[in-house]
């Protein structure tokens, strides 16, 4: 147990100093939708920026690449968007409190969302279709690590 509260503050503390980096926020800004997937020596997968931020009018395509280990690579199906699990800011803003408080598992449009695996399994690009409702959707990033599988749950947010 402590050596887990260990990496988590060696991680927010490198998160922090990433942040004073200059040069990390410009790329951050310059491509909003590329992320770096890093993972530890322990086999914990970090991801750059959580959640991503897709906005429609400036594409809709986010790819995520392999940083870290060698030894590690994206699985068969690295990416998939699994489902709406938050509705959009302007649908939010007109619901009820209480459908609000309701969790919500959308999977509908979900199955046209392509997502693509490079030959050497170190970068994985998703093509979100434009009509595809605004709101954040969960998606799980599948790794191999020196043959063993492991795996992430984090979100994407999609608005206009």
């Given at each position: 147990?402590k050596?887990?509260?260990?990496?988590?503050?060696?991680?927010?503390?490198?998160s922090?100093?990433?942040?004073?980096?200059?040069?990390?926020?410009?790329?951050?800004?310059?491509?909003?939708?590329?992320?770096?997937?890093?993972?530890?020596?322990?086999?914990?997968?970090?991801?750059?920026?959580?959640?991503?931020?897709?906005?429609?009018?400036?594409?809709?395509?986010?790819?995520?690449?392999?940083?870290?280990?060698?030894?590690?690579?994206f699985?068969?199906?690295?990416?998939?968007?699994?489902?709406?699990?938050k509705?959009?800011?302007?649908?939010?803003?007109?619901?009820?409190a209480?459908q609000r408080?309701?969790?919500?598992?959308?999977?509908?449009?979900?199955?046209?969302?392509r997502?693509?695996?490079t030959?050497?399994?170190?970068?994985?690009?998703?093509?979100?279709?434009?009509?595809?409702?605004?709101?954040?959707?969960?998606?799980?990033?599948?790794?191999?690590?020196?043959?063993?599988?492991?795996?992430?749950?984090?979100?994407?947010m999609?608005?206009?």
């Amino acid at each position: 147990m402590k050596k887990l509260i260990a990496l988590a503050l060696v991680a927010v503390a490198a998160s922090g100093c990433s942040l004073l980096d200059k040069s990390h926020t410009a790329r951050i800004i310059e491509q909003p939708t590329r992320a770096t997937v890093v993972v530890t020596p322990d086999r914990f997968i970090v991801v750059d920026r959580e959640p991503i931020v897709l906005r429609k009018s400036q594409g809709t395509t986010v790819s995520w690449k392999l940083a870290g280990i060698p030894g590690a690579q994206f699985a068969e199906r690295g990416i998939t968007i699994d489902a709406r699990v938050k509705p959009g800011l302007k649908e939010l803003q007109s619901m009820q409190a209480a459908q609000r408080a309701a969790p919500m598992r959308d999977t509908r449009g979900v199955e046209s969302v392509r997502c693509t695996t490079t030959q050497d399994r170190r970068e994985v690009s998703c093509s979100f279709p434009r009509d595809l409702p605004n709101g954040t959707y969960a998606y799980t990033i599948r790794l191999v690590v020196d043959g063993k599988p492991i795996e992430l749950d984090p979100s994407v947010m999609m608005e206009e």
